[in-house]
């Protein structure tokens, strides 16, 4: 019997598979065991054509293939380039220990580049779980971006065979975390907080939001800039490291996409007639990844807030408080980090106009309050900065480019780095504030009086004090000042 690891993806973690091959006293078949699901038993015609290529013959027995363990249900074609060595090595002598092998095969023998290829290969690579594989050639762009990995890149099965055959024949590509593309990145503004007129108060919220991801919730009048703001803090934001380009890349994958992996940080934007388990992820039989996931690290913009369906406002609590969302079925449980910056905007009645001093609101009181209680208290609390928009004059010139505030963005990010936290002042802990949201005592007097006149909760104090530490960090001080803190209570929810 001969022996060789591969694994399968368990909902977002990647599982380690044994992959045995026994040749047996018996008549001629070709089985695999060991719910292998429809992929994977589809993989006996192609390892047959593919072994035809190298004329390999069956011999006049039963040969069975186990994937073990044989309770973990297994999926995806790369199991056909270890069933096929297997299978076409039986009779060398080969230790295929500490040796991992990936990919799918065609009828002609060549390896082929699969989808869930990176996610899995990544995953084994932060459990410790994996050193030497072989892979496809095709996938040696994106798998040598794993760093400390021992790849053997092969076109075709004969090729596969003849580096196990003769080690010395063999092409070693040593991974590490690929910095040229870092360093060769120049950031770029697609969108410029330049084209926006006016609306300084929104642009200073929108620079503190991005200095500290900081949840934002921008509410105005139709066409004065909310959506303009939204789409522009992406650029503004610090590009991402290594290590989440890498998460970004997995998640891609799971999603069915190519990775790019460009430092640019994730922007989602789901529409508000997307259904919850598109959002949060979910599926009858295996949870799907959803927005909130795909935007960790990066922003999670809902448009027309209100206009959301009841469920996914009051979902949206636990991945903006934990930072995490457990996607629970009968089948499997699968948690994924929600570390996003949350930006939100909104109307401020039905027809928009409830702000205008040049239209008529024609929404009575009933219908603004029908309208005001879709968001419930709990979900706003979770809201960091509120900013209403002014309208637009024609005196609005534009003051401040994404270029300008993406410099005070990484000012505040290096500030942060500095003192020694591990997560920006948006994402911080309760002993992270109480080591880093230092107030002098003047500062500590305005807090307790705003505590007592707005009866604000303590997640709202918390909330004020980060948004104060990252005013603080803009400006380039250490203390938190009193300066700072009423600017953070200014954009409190009244």
Known sequence: MKQMHCATLDGFDAKVVDVEVAFVRALPSFSIVGLAQTSIQESKERIKSALSTIDFKFPPQKVTVNLSPSDLKKEGSHFDLPIALLIALQKENINFKGLMAFGELGLDGRLKDTNSLFAIILSLAESGLLSKIIIPKESLKKISKIPSLEIYPVETL???????????????????ADTEEKKSYKQQYPLDFDDIKGQEVAKRASLIAAAGMHNILYEGSPGCGKTMSAKRLRYILPPMNHEEILYKAKLDALDGLEPDFAPVRPFRSPHHSSTRASIFGGGSKNAKIGEVALAHNGILYFDEFPHFPKTVLESL????????????????????QTKFLFVASMNPCPCGNLLSSKKVCRCSDVEVQRYKNRLSSPLLDRIDIYVQMDEITVEDRSTITSSQMYEKVVQAFNAQKERGQSEPNGKMNDSDITQFCVLDDESQGILDS??????????????????ARTIADLEGSGMILKKHLLEALSYRIK
Do not use: H
Not at 158 to 176: C, F, N, R, W
Not at 317 to 336: C, G, M, Q, T
């Open 450 to 467: 705003a505590i007592m006149r707005f009866d604000l909760s303590q997640r709202s104090i918390k909330k004020s004090l980060k948004v």
């Open 158 to 176: 004969q090729d596969a065979i003849s580096m196990l055959v003769s080690p010395e024949t063999a092409v070693k590509y040593d991974s590490g």
């Open 317 to 336: 609590r636990e991945p903006l408080e934990d930072y995490r969302v457990l996607i629970s079925r009968v089948n499997n449980k699968i948690e994924y």
